[in-house]
């Protein structure tokens, strides 16, 4: 199905049939300049890149998801090289920031977001920083001939073992909460892939210890710190996290990351996974049963692994919702069955996932 402009979709769209959205949730007054959202019982959230957020598209967006009944936004604060894409009030961070910031008014953004009842989550990618590995040599990943490695993509990337890493990543998510954000979002929460790997050189990791016990130690001292000071926290996950204890060479595993997170979300896309998962020749035609296999392995990984029982870890688990085409059409009937899927699996909610942010209408909320 084709999809229409998120504006054109809106006007088009207005009144058309579809569940009332629930009740605004009350705010929580957390301090006379500042506002909690409650965690509603289903996230049903959706992603803003940062340009989206600070421009006229964010109110589209905003439209969009009042609407279909839409609950929760999830917005990156950086940009795709990792510069700031808004000014912060910690003064050691501002020399990451663009010299014109695309969020020009973040605690405006917060609130205009507390005063339509959405829980706020600040999306931040950690080790694919560009503008991060460029100002630390103590951090950055290099080739062998000292320029700085780089992705498939052009994106370079830091060093996970370097404590530099994870205290930026520390400072970025107070920052976020204290400016209003309900919700800190960690992602790319692992070792470079998808480049010449055999090439890199680190400057801190020795090569010898486990990749896994890395991350670990990422984990909790980033995950575990903020749970701590009662900041929430949760990290993204590759789909196939759920399916084996194996790191995949990139130290993420979801038995490390779960115990110092308040969710996980595995990117359970179906047309990430490989030709003949579970005897599928194109996984992408399969929204229901490829994310729910998933689910149940995960599940059942921390129980055998952890000692957590199936009921407990579901609510602890968001995953990320296809809305791109890539393997097969993902038209509303296939989001819609992704989404089905997540509520089987008992997961306390959804998030969807467009890099454009232009997304194909579905019915969203529950009758």
């Known amino acids: 199905m084709k999809r229409l402009p998120l ?6 769209l207005v009144g058309a ?28 959230g959706i992603y803003w890149t940062a340009q989206t957020a600070g421009t006229k598209r964010g109110d589209e967006l905003l439209a969009y998801m009042r609407e279909t009944g839409l609950n929760a936004a999830v917005i990156d604060l950086k940009m795709d090289d990792g510069e700031l894409a808004f000014v912060p ?5 501002r020399a990451y920031a663009m010299e014109q910031p ?17 829980y706020r989550i600040a999306r931040i990618a950690v080790m694919r920083d560009s503008a991060y590995a460029s100002a630390h040599a103590e951090a950055a990943l290099r080739f062998p001939k000292g320029s700085l490695w780089r992705d498939n993509t052009g994106a370079a990337w830091v060093d ?9 990543a520390l400072a970025l998510g107070r920052e976020a909460y204290a400016r209003g954000f309900d919700e800190i979002q960690y992602d790319y929460v692992r070792f470079a892939s998808d480049g010449a790997i055999s090439s890199i050189r680190y400057p801190a990791y020795d090569g010898t210890l486990p990749k896994e016990e890395v991350m670990r130690a990422f984990f909790k001292t980033v995950g575990g710190t903020l749970k701590e000071e009662g900041i929430p926290v949760s990290f993204d996950l ?16 979801l038995i490390d990351a779960y115990p110092h997170a308040d969710f996980v979300s595995p990117m359970t896309y179906p047309s ?16 229901y049963e490829v994310p729910t296999h998933s689910f149940e392995s995960g599940k059942a990984m921390l129980e055998k692994e952890l000692g957590v029982p199936q009921g407990e870890s579901a609510s602890h688990i968001r995953p990320w919702i296809q809305d791109f085409d890539i393997g097969a059409i993902y038209t509303a009937a296939r989001i819609e069955a992704q989404i089905r899927a997540a509520r089987d699996a008992g997961a306390s909610g959804w998030m969807l996932w467009n890099a454009r942010n232009v997304y194909e209408r579905a019915e969203y909320v529950k009758e």
Do not use: W
Not at 89 to 93: A, F, H, V, W
Not at 102 to 118: C, F, S
């Open 160 to 168: 996970p073992a370097d404590p530099g890493v994870a205290a930026y």
């Open 272 to 287: 990430h996974y490989a030709a003949g998962f579970q005897g599928y020749r194109n996984p992408a035609l399969y929204p």
């Open 7 to 12: 504006l054109l979709a809106a006007i088009a």
């Open 17 to 44: 049939g579809c569940a009332e959205p629930e009740p605004v949730p009350s705010v929580v007054e957390a301090a006379p300049e500042e506002v909690r959202m409650p965690l509603p019982k289903e996230v049903r």
């Open 102 to 118: 695309v969020i020009a008014g973040l605690d405006a953004l917060t609130r205009k977001l507390a005063d339509a009842g959405l």
């Open 238 to 253: 590759f789909g196939m996290t759920f399916e084996s204890v194996d790191d995949f060479n990139i130290g993420q595993r």
């Open 89 to 93: 009030d910690d003064e050691t961070l």
